[in-house]
């Protein structure tokens, strides 16, 4: 991330209340930053709006998909009269008003056909819509190479937002500088000297390790320690497997459309993932099923928040990482954060 | 068979469609919400928000661009959000939401209430209004990386005012006057040293010596002798500040000898006050002028505004903020005033260089103007992700409340790092309704300690009722069988009364009064408790509530609310108003300004128990 040393005045002006939260520094790291976003359904559009209020150097929409009836009701980057364009053109004029520092391009292709130096020019991936096979090999082209790669999708009342910052993500921590007692009793007991700002602070170095999305799919549920552990394992993990599994094997979401077809191939397809993953069927009753259709737009403003939000902490190395898994269950109000991989 | 539109079900679709709304306030949580709701499939939807656009709001109430500033926020809102949904039905109006226009009636239009406010007299009057219209509300908070969304429902949970909120912070006049030791205390001095100059001159805001502070006698009858010696040859107070200015022509060098030098060797012949602190130090104009360095290049990486000047470069910045200010004061002509603005370029100076000539008086590190304008303006830094999450929470509890689920909605708190359960996102029960709120139940009460021989009626209706109690338009009736009417709302009519003592007209010890919000459908009764033994600078108490007593231990949570209810009513200190004294987390004070940027989760972490 290469960084220009000086802020114009208008920037100054424009960022002035998120610089006094995470400082110049970490802004001067954004301003640097090159972001490619897969996808610019309703979770898109929510972070795209996040990353580019933040200002970042440069964000990449990329979608191949048209604009439908649905996606102009979904989200607000595309014009209702953008029909049966392409959403990533069709996203670009609003999202670029929303910040001119910013450079914004579209993209039309679609990811798969991308070499893979494509994704080098960028410091941080974004992919959301993917296909579980295609964020697993994103997820490993990237990481090797030092770009950060978060994933996300929305699926109804539910979402989640995945991210690997790689074996040695290094980041900074704001914390209290620690105020020695002055011990001279020359001057009584109540002296004060020039007194230390009691709102000193110190920045500490911290490193946090990432495992492949791979490897947080991947975990094997048969040995007697996970066992123990669920527990205490959000259920929201299986049922991301069951989405996921949805997706590849209709080519796309839970569709309101034919609700009821997919609600029965969703709990036939939760049976099949649990006993694969060799844990109870238990665990994800039928209710799920109802509440996992389409993008809701509350939810995809949940999620693009925490999602857009792991982004910029990326990007500026700034406070911890959320690791490795993020899950929001919007019927109940639940944020958790999970670690899920090799220990 | 369940029919979806969308993801709802149909019912619930239906419903939004034909539904109306209100969207109190249209700034980081309102662009955000507005959004969401339209997206939502909310049709009916009104909105309102007194406020302009500006351009520090442009890093996240992202319906807005550079070419919308200066224009009313809730019309923008409102076209911006039309763009994308054409269909959708808004009204947007450019006022106050306390204006009597939005009475019960109004409110009654709506099936759902969202706050999306910065500050704690609009929420509390919105709690009423809503409480008198019955009308579920849902109210919500941000702060950085925190943020809050609950549900208020009349007879259900808590209101808004159930529980007490702490009151903003306020330092007693000779910490600001004598003894500051910190530099928010010099900083409040340099704002309290514009108004004296320039604006509204206010007799709690006095910037010279304290004379009659305790701390300054010996023996505990100089402190009485001293106040009637000041006032008699005190040439502190004969003469009041801005005229004295005045007869000066507003000449800096004047200015700043009798600030900073002349009042500054006054404090020190008051020897006591010295004798366990570190005296402070008087400043020589010409000596500073003499002995100044060329100013050495400023670093270029760092923004202009964090760059700390020396002594010098502020003796310079009072120099030109006073000429610029008196310009400006004497083109608006006769009896003219000027209003401090954190935004105004000569008024973030004068603070600037007031305060840190102070703070180097008075050996403390100065501050660069960026912290003193964090300081000074109560400046919350705001993100667009935290409100981006908060609204989105807000629609999902609205979505709840449509459907009929009440018993589903939930606080839920937002945190920077997870928490030992390893939750972001924390719901929690609501609770029921406090059984001794002053404001939701059926016949509400309070007891209020005062001097009734020293209180006036004007404080009796502005600091107590309007600023503690939060109503708009009082009117007040004593319980004496005649029922005299000490306060009316309407204009004029008890004019007369207002520099009276409360004991002129009988109030005693044990007296009641009747005091009611027409607006707000409310009534409340007060009792009134004599007292002759409060703490200086403190005007009134509320029974319950004594500032020596230690608040309720707080979970993290709760600390959070405090914290997010909005800048404008930080427990940063006020400049403007008295009251009680009011410690936070058993008297560790909770700021919202930090030398270096944030930190309201090292707040969080001092925490609490």
Request: hydrophobic share 35%; charged share 25%; glycine share 6%.
């Amino acid at each position: 991330v290469k960084e220009d040393p000086v802020i114009s005045e208008e920037e100054a002006a424009q960022y002035d209340r998120q610089i006094r939260l995470w400082g110049l520094d970490a802004q001067k790291r954004l301003r640097g930053s090159r972001v490619l976003l897969v996808g610019l359904g309703g979770l898109g559009a929510e972070v795209a709006k996040n990353l580019i209020l933040a200002g970042v150097k440069g964000l990449t929409l990329l979608d191949h998909e048209q604009a439908s009836e649905e996606s102009c009701r979904a989200q607000f980057l595309v014009p209702v009269t953008a029909r049966g364009q392409n959403r990533a053109r069709a996203s670009l004029e609003r999202a670029q008003n929303l910040n001119p520092m910013v450079e914004v391009h579209a993209d039309s292709d679609r990811v798969e056909d991308k070499p893979d130096d494509f994704f080098l020019q960028f410091d941080a991936v974004c992919l959301t819509g993917c296909s579980r096979d295609l964020m697993v090999r994103v997820d490993q082209l990237c990481s090797q190479r030092n770009i950060k790669v978060f994933c996300g999708d929305v699926y109804g009342y539910y979402g989640y937002m995945f991210c690997n910052l790689g074996q040695e993500h290094n980041y900074v921590e704001e914390k209290p500088k620690l105020v020695k007692p002055t011990g001279n009793s020359n001057d009584g007991p109540e002296a004060k000297k020039a007194k230390v700002d009691p709102n000193e602070t110190t920045m500490v170095k911290k490193t946090s390790s990432f495992c492949t999305l791979k490897e947080a799919l991947e975990v094997d549920w048969t040995s007697e320690k996970a066992k123990a552990g669920l527990k205490r394992t959000p259920v929201d993990y299986f049922l991301l497997h069951v989405l996921l599994k949805f997706r590849t094997d209709k080519g796309r979401d839970p569709d309101p459309q034919s609700f009821a077809e997919d609600s029965q191939l969703l709990r036939q397809i939760r049976d099949d993932v649990l006993e694969a993953l060799a844990v109870s069927g238990d665990l994800l009753s039928d209710d799920f099923t109802s509440y996992c259709f389409s993008e809701m737009s509350p939810v995809c403003a949940v999620v693009g928040g925490v999602l857009g939000q792991e982004v910029v902490k990326a990007l500026s190395q700034r406070d911890p990482p959320h690791r490795n898994f993020f899950f929001f269950d919007g019927r109940k109000g639940n944020g958790v954060v999970d670690f899920f991989g090799p220990k | 068979m369940v029919q979806l539109v969308g993801s709802l079900r149909k019912e619930l679709a239906d419903s939004l469609s034909t539904c109306k709304v209100l969207v109190v306030g249209a700034g980081g949580i309102g662009c955000e919400l507005l959004k969401n709701l339209v997206l939502t499939g909310f049709k009916n939807i009104e909105v309102i928000d007194l406020d302009t656009i500006d351009v520090s709001n442009l890093n996240r109430q992202f319906l807005f661009q550079k070419k919308h500033v200066g224009k009313s926020k809730a019309q923008v809102a409102k076209e911006s959000a039309l763009q994308f949904c054409p269909t959708a039905n808004i009204t947007a109006y450019h006022d106050s939401i306390m204006n009597p226009d939005y009475n019960v009636e109004f409110f009654r239009k709506f099936v759902l209430v969202m706050n999306a406010l910065d500050n704690r007299a609009a929420r509390n009057h919105v709690n009423r209004m809503c409480l008198a219209a019955d009308i579920p509300l849902i109210e919500s908070g941000t702060a950085g990386y925190l943020g809050q969304v609950t549900v208020i429902k009349k007879g259900m949970t808590e209101c808004y005012e159930c529980q007490p909120k702490p009151t903003q912070k306020t330092f007693p006049g000779c910490t600001i006057r004598n003894t500051p030791s910190e530099p928010i205390h010099c900083i409040v001095w340099a704002k309290y040293l514009f108004n004296q100059l320039f604006g509204e001159e206010d007799a709690d805001q006095e910037v010279s010596p304290d004379t009659a502070d305790p701390e300054a006698a010996w023996k505990p009858e100089e402190t009485a002798a001293r106040a009637t010696a000041s006032e008699k040859d005190g040439d502190i107070k004969r003469v009041s500040t801005k005229d004295w200015a005045r007869s000066t022509g507003y000449d800096p060098v004047k200015l700043f000898n009798k600030l900073f030098k002349d009042d500054i060797m006054y404090l020190l012949t008051m020897d006591k006050l010295w004798k366990k602190r570190k005296a402070p130090t008087p400043l020589d104009w010409h000596q500073l002028e003499n002995s100044a360095c060329p100013q050495e290049d400023s670093p270029v990486s760092g923004l202009k505004d964090q760059q700390v000047l020396g002594v010098w470069g502020h003796c310079q910045l009072f120099q030109q903020s006073v000429e610029t200010l008196s310009s400006q004061l004497q083109e608006k002509g006769e009896g003219a005033e000027l209003v401090w603005d954190k935004d105004d370029p000569p008024a973030m100076d004068f603070v600037t260089a007031a305060s840190n000539l102070r703070m180097h008086i008075f050996s403390m590190n100065m501050k660069s103007r960026f912290d003193v304008k964090s300081m000074a303006g109560n400046i919350i830094p705001a993100i667009a992700t935290t409100n981006a999450v908060i609204a989105g929470l807000i629609v999902l509890e609205g979505l709840k409340i449509l459907s009929g689920e009440l018993e589903s909605c939930r606080t839920i708190f937002l945190n920077k790092c997870p928490n030992l359960r390893k939750k972001l996102l924390v719901p929690c029960i609501l609770d029921p309704p406090s059984a001794n709120c002053y404001v939701c139940t059926s016949k509400p009460e309070v007891t209020v300690k005062l001097n009734v021989h020293k209180t006036m009626v004007l404080s009796l209706q502005d600091r107590i009722l309007k600023e503690r109690f939060g109503m708009v338009a009082p009117d007040v009736q004593i319980e004496d069988g005649k029922g005299t009417i000490l306060i009316s709302s309407e204009e004029g009519e008890t004019e007369a009364n207002n520099s009276k003592f409360l004991s002129d007209f009988g109030i005693r010890n044990g007296s009641r009064l009747q005091v009611d919000d027409f607006l707000q459908d409310y009534t409340l009764l007060v009792n009134v408790l004599h007292t002759e033994e409060l703490e200086r600078d403190v005007e009134f108490e509320v029974v319950g509530e004594a500032p020596d007593k230690a608040p309720p231990p707080q979970t993290n949570q709760e600390e959070v609310n405090s914290i997010t209810n909005g800048n404008k009513d930080s427990a940063q200190p006020s400049t403007s108003s008295k009251g009680q004294l009011q410690f936070l987390n058993k008297g560790k004070f909770v700021s919202h300004h930090s030398s270096s940027s944030s930190d309201l989760k090292q707040q969080l972490e001092h925490g609490i128990n």
